[in-house]
């Protein structure tokens, strides 16, 4: 209940009115003094005199009393009034605060707007001004990350054409554009780096990069809610050394065109690799698969390394005939 709803319901204290205060005090003298006087002319005797003082110390005492009445009549009004204003400034610090806050709020969403308008730029030193802009945002309200992480993937799901080095006098704007994604990339890699000890670590993030063209990706020793790499393309090597994923890691039909390296990479879920195309070596060393494992389908052009890998299921069908010989089951 607030202070206001409380000020309604107490009831009302103000002072003793003047007049009560003039009219009572001389009725009690003159009441006393009567007594008195009335009780000398009736030839007073030593009873009658005591009756007299133990009138007047009862009068005194009675005045005594209203005045103790009046004084805590006083300290009660002087009590609430300074109540009232206590309250009345509590009032004015959580309007203020809250006028703060909601400019703080409207500053945030239009330098959040500003930032994602930013990446749509046709100029990739704009676009790199707006990735910024969001990862700063992002590093100081705790509460924006996943929303940032979730434009940064969207922005590397976007088609994207590899520049044509044959060509460099025509591929300015890719060459741009793979630079920003390259900065991209390590927006995340930074910020979810388990190894991270200045506060720039983003727990419980998670990723979603279908369909993303990643360029020598790496999230090595990276900490993940929930990733998603179904059908994305890995251009170059991709990096997943000692990665945890709390979730689930899904690869399904992804391509790795480079080297896929997975030492030592931990899922806690469910994790697929069905359909995945592995044009280069792909190492699992020591990697811990807790979940349910899927490598139906996947392809393998180069060597596979599983030493002291571990799967909580079962070894996956596709992959016994790359187990050393001292872990085939």
């Known amino acids: 209940m607030s202070g206001t709803d409380d000020a309604e ?6 002072p003793i009115p003047q007049w009560v205060i003039a009219a009572g005090v001389p009725a009690v003298v003159l009441l006393a003094a009567a007594a008195a006087w009335l009780l000398v002319r009736s030839g007073a005797t030593g009873d009658r005199l005591d009756a007299i003082r133990t009138a007047a110390v009862l009068g005194v005492g009675f005045a005594g009393t209203i005045a103790l009445w009046l004084a805590a009549r ?8 300074l109540l009232r204003k206590h309250e009345a400034h509590q009032l004015a610090k959580r309007a203020f605060a809250q006028s703060e806050f909601d400019t703080r709020e409207r500053r945030s969403a239009d330098l959040y707007l500003r930032a994602v308008e930013q990446l749509g730029s046709g100029t990739a030193a704009v676009r ?5 802009a969001l990862e700063r945002m992002a590093q100081a309200d705790p ?6 992480v979730d434009v940064v993937c969207a922005y590397l799901r976007a088609p994207f054409r590899l520049p044509d080095e044959s060509r460099p006098e025509l591929e300015d704007d890719a060459r741009g554009e793979r630079q920003v994604r390259l900065s991209a990339q390590r ?6 780096s388990a190894g991270e000890q200045t506060g720039t670590f983003w727990a419980g993030i998670d990723l979603d990069l279908a369909g993303a063209t990643l360029i020598d990706f790496v999230l090595s020793e990276c900490r993940i809610r929930n990733g998603v790499f179904t059908e994305a393309r890995f251009v170059g090597d991709a990096w997943f050394t000692r990665a945890e994923f709390a979730g689930e ?5 992804a391509s790795f065109q480079g080297e896929a390296w997975f030492a030592g990479f931990s899922v806690a879920g469910e994790a697929s690799f069905g359909g995945a195309a592995f044009a280069a070596d792909a190492r699992f060393d020591t990697a811990e698969f807790a979940g349910e494992t899927w490598f ?13 890998a571990k799967f909580a299921r079962g070894v996956p069908e596709r992959l016994r005939e790359y187990l050393p010989s001292a872990d085939q089951p």
Do not use: C, M
Not at 187 to 192: A, C, E, F
């Open 296 to 308: 139906t389908e996947a392809s393998f052009a180069g060597d596979v390394q599983l030493t002291d």
């Open 9 to 14: 319901q107490r009831p009302p204290v103000g």
């Open 187 to 192: 927006v995340l890699t930074r910020h979810l």
């Open 74 to 81: 006083r300290q009660r009004s002087t009590e609430l009034d």
């Open 128 to 132: 790199h001004g707006g990735l910024y």
């Open 249 to 253: 890691a899904l690869f399904g039909w």
């Open 143 to 148: 509460s924006r990350r996943q929303n940032v």
